[in-house]
């Protein structure tokens, strides 16, 4: 049953607009001109008045080999490096690492899918996913995804899908399994490709069989894919589109009748299955709003409704341009989601020229059983990247087992891993020091694949170039609300 307008504004009214908050994260707010506070480093020395720590775990420490700053008691293992480590065939590993996920495998190893976010032909990288046998979709694409088996002393890596492109995000299953999400529209005869590319294809970490022929779930659309959730108890799917001219949307798939989730069934679905969907939100007077950008206050809460896509699989018109004005929401920049406290947390990056309201990142939280979506955090634009304590361009995301959120920035100039607590504090938790570019100009690579181990005590983060798989222990604790 759908939330229409009218029930949305009538709740509202009820309840007062913006107090219908879901999620277990609180108000969030983060950067210069936002909402809330930013601890600057003095969390492990200070206690409230209860005797508690402060927020976070104090200043990031210089890395003297100029790879990553973290709080003093935190160290850093590199587990993969593009072009240094090598898969268990003897190929380098490939470049430009984006959406993780973690997973428990056999007696007690780490399984982590790594997407590798190649774009375009296979010539124009040096470090591509190599062309396994019986793994490969379209043998003209550079990218896919690496599977990561770590131990406490050694490292195996193999590839887990090859012949894809631009694997950006992506995101794991109930059942165990890994979906990774190509970011590009590319069809076949565009940019050297042989087959339609821009679709969703699933990945076994414990089974190597299982990736052969690999077939994309075209049930789920072809479009530029970012993330994808899935919701445990009514088994929908929402994905994200990282798109611009006009901006993405957030998408909601719903399985067909009788339908049920397991290893391999998507695949085996018919390219029509099910009903896929766009976003179309409202506020608390029942009026359409156009682009997300439009929320300038932390805690504001639209309902949502959702609205059929004509044409999944985009076959003369990209799906965001299926649709007319006042039929869906938009978003600059849909990026990560992860599922947690019953609902989907999902990033709209940063936004300006190409939004109504600039800003520089936003997390909303879509609750599905009230069918609203709550904006959680709220970065300001951001007047001076450069310079370290602000944040900036929130894009992968995982909800903490210490509380709160942990986000992988994707900004300007410098670039962190930070953590939001429930009442709104924001602190830092890494900075990447490799500079890619000069002294005079130094240029700074995105985090991606922000995820933990199955038991917490391992944070897993990437420096997406040259490409850097990071294992990040140290004194976890759990965050004051």
Not at 164 to 181: H, R, Y
Not at 298 to 327: E, S
Not at 361 to 379: H, I
Not at 403 to 418: M, N, R, T, Y
Request: net charge negative; glycine share 14%.
């Amino acid at each position: 049953m759908s939330l229409t307008r009218r029930d949305f504004a009538r709740r509202s009214a009820l309840t007062g607009a913006g107090v219908a908050l879901a999620g277990s994260v609180g108000v969030l707010a983060s950067a210069p001109q936002a909402l809330a506070a930013t601890d600057d480093g003095t969390a492990d020395t200070d206690r409230d008045r209860h005797g508690h720590h402060g927020i976070g775990y104090g200043p990031l420490l210089p890395d003297p080999d100029g790879i990553l700053a973290l709080p003093r008691g935190f160290s850093y293992r590199i587990i993969t490096h593009s072009g240094r480590t090598t898969l268990e065939t003897g190929e380098p590993t490939p470049s430009n690492h984006d959406g993780t996920a973690a997973f428990a495998g056999p007696r007690g190893t780490t399984l982590l899918v790594n997407n590798h976010e190649l774009k375009g032909p296979r010539s124009g990288w040096e470090h591509p996913v190599p062309l396994t046998e019986g793994l490969v979709y379209d043998p003209a694409a550079a990218g896919g995804c690496t599977v990561v088996e770590v131990r406490r002393d050694h490292v195996a890596e193999w590839v887990g899908i090859a012949g894809t492109s631009t694997n950006c995000a992506g995101g794991t299953t109930p059942w165990g399994t890994w979906l990774t999400c190509e970011e590009t529209e590319d069809k076949a005869g565009q940019n050297g490709m042989t087959k339609d590319h821009g679709y969703v294809f699933e990945v076994d970490p414990a089974d190597r069989r299982a990736g052969r022929d690999p077939r994309p779930v075209k049930a789920l659309g072809r479009y530029a894919h970012e993330a994808v959730v899935v919701d445990p108890a009514r088994g929908h799917l929402f994905l994200t589109e990282d798109a611009s001219g006009p901006n993405g949307l957030l998408y909601r798939w719903t399985p067909p009748t009788g339908f049920h989730h397991g290893r391999g069934r998507l695949r085996a679905l018919a390219d029509d299955a099910g009903v896929l969907q766009a976003f179309t939100c409202f506020d608390s007077g029942g009026r359409f709003v156009d682009d997300l950008s439009r929320a300038t206050r932390v805690g504001t809460v639209y309902g949502v409704d959702w609205t059929d896509v004509p044409d999944r699989d985009a076959r003369t018109v990209p799906v965001r341009r299926q649709f007319g004005p006042g039929q869906v929401t938009r978003a600059r920049k849909l990026e990560g989601m992860w599922w947690g406290d019953g609902g989907v947390y999902v990033v709209s990056s940063y936004a300006r020229e190409e939004s109504p309201v600039p800003h520089d990142g936003q997390v909303w939280f879509y609750d599905p059983r009230r069918r609203t979506l709550t904006l959680k955090v709220l970065f300001g634009v951001n007047p001076d990247p450069a310079a370290d304590g602000a944040f900036d361009g929130p894009d992968n995301i995982t909800v903490s087992p210490y509380g709160g959120l942990v986000i992988a920035e994707d900004g300007e100039g410098l670039q962190h891993l930070l953590g939001a607590t429930d009442s709104g504090r924001t602190y830092p938790i890494a900075r990447n020091e490799l500079n890619n570019g000069t002294e005079e100009a130094p240029e700074y690579s995105e985090f991606t694949g922000v995820t933990f181990s199955p038991d917490g005590h391992t944070l897993y983060a990437n420096i997406q170039d040259p490409g850097i798989m990071l294992a990040v222990t140290g004194p976890w604790r759990r965050q004051p609300r």
